[in-house]
């Protein structure tokens, strides 16, 4: 249990995390100079993207030993904008697809009524 | 009646929560400061996403293509320009001073002032010369690449807007930092913690400083690289 005085870690996983952190940057800056691209790029720059944020709050902010009741009040609350990300995923595809319809050249052309 | 071999449900990590969220006095069981320090981390992570979701939604939504950030933030040093040199070096300067933070935390609780000081200026250092180059770049685009927030000659009229204000806030939360890291820096070298030998107030700065640099992880893969 964390204490009022905070757990005593040794210094050294400080500094194993930060190398970590270190290779995984090197990985996602890897991802763009080696030009991956597609479906691969992007899943690759989400995986280092998670495995640097979760070593960061679990380690360096200190998550991974705090109460489960602080834990889940944190981190529950962020899953709320997976739908966020999806709702304005499929409207902005929506925008786009209409802008293109709109605004491309129109395939009718319009003639006047034979009165 | 307790068989001392079965763990109370209070003592299992979800009867924990239940007996947490049911105690009478408080719930969280950490110093208010670092509970309400969380909290606002959680609102700080909603508005940075909301930045953050609003820049996909224009994106997609773009029928003109969005600009490369590869090609418009490599930088050249007499050769070919090598793509996001300096968003490389702004990530691990970060980076570096999440671990320079993490240590002065540890250093704090063992009540050893003066190594805390130094890692909390080094921390607020790097900060600082991360700031001077998101400044740098910024220069860099508005001056010379022509970049405003309603339009660019590389694309996508929206990609000014959606990079000032991302960058923009997150370079105010980093200065903000640095002038928080200075102050608590300051009242440790001051001893005004050698009394109580509490040095919670550390662990609340490097919980802000390790957000800081969250928020440029996500910013650094959604922005840059995608």
Known sequence: MSGAEGQQHPISTYLWIWGLLFVLSGFSYAVDYLQFEGYLRWSLILLFMFLKAGFIIAIFMHMMWERMALITAILLPPVALLFLIAFMAIEGDYTNLTREIVYSAPDFTPVSPHH | ?226
């Open chain 2, 1 to 226: 009646m307790a068989n001392d071999a079965v763990a109370t449900v209070a003592e299992t990590r979800a009867g924990s929560v239940i007996a947490d969220w049911s105690a009478d006095k408080q719930t969280f069981q950490a110093p208010w400061g670092k509970a309400m320090m969380w909290i606002f981390l959680l609102s700080d992570t909603f508005i940075f996403s909301s930045f953050l979701v609003g820049y996909m939604n224009v994106r997609i939504s773009s029928t003109i293509p969005w600009p490369i950030p590869s090609e418009v933030f490599a930088l050249s040093f007499g050769g070919d320009p090598i793509p996001l040199i300096l968003i490389a070096i702004m990530t691990f300067i970060l980076i570096t001073s999440s671990g320079t933070m993490a240590m002065a935390v540890n250093y704090g609780y063992r009540q050893n002032k003066k190594v805390t000081v130094m890692l909390m200026t080094a921390t607020a250092l790097l900060g600082a010369s991360f700031v001077g180059m998101q400044a740098f770049e910024w220069t860099k685009l508005i001056v010379d690449e022509g970049v405003r927030p309603w339009g660019n000659p590389m694309g996508a009229p929206q990609f000014g807007a959606a990079f000032f204000m991302i960058t923009g806030f997150h370079g105010l939360h980093v200065s903000a930092g640095v002038i928080y890291l200075g102050i608590i820096a300051n009242r440790v070298r001051r001893g005004d913690y050698d009394k109580t030998g509490n040095y919670e107030t550390v662990e609340i700065a490097g919980l802000y400083w390790h957000f800081v640099d969250l928020v440029w992880v996500f910013i650094f893969a959604f922005f840059y690289l995608w």
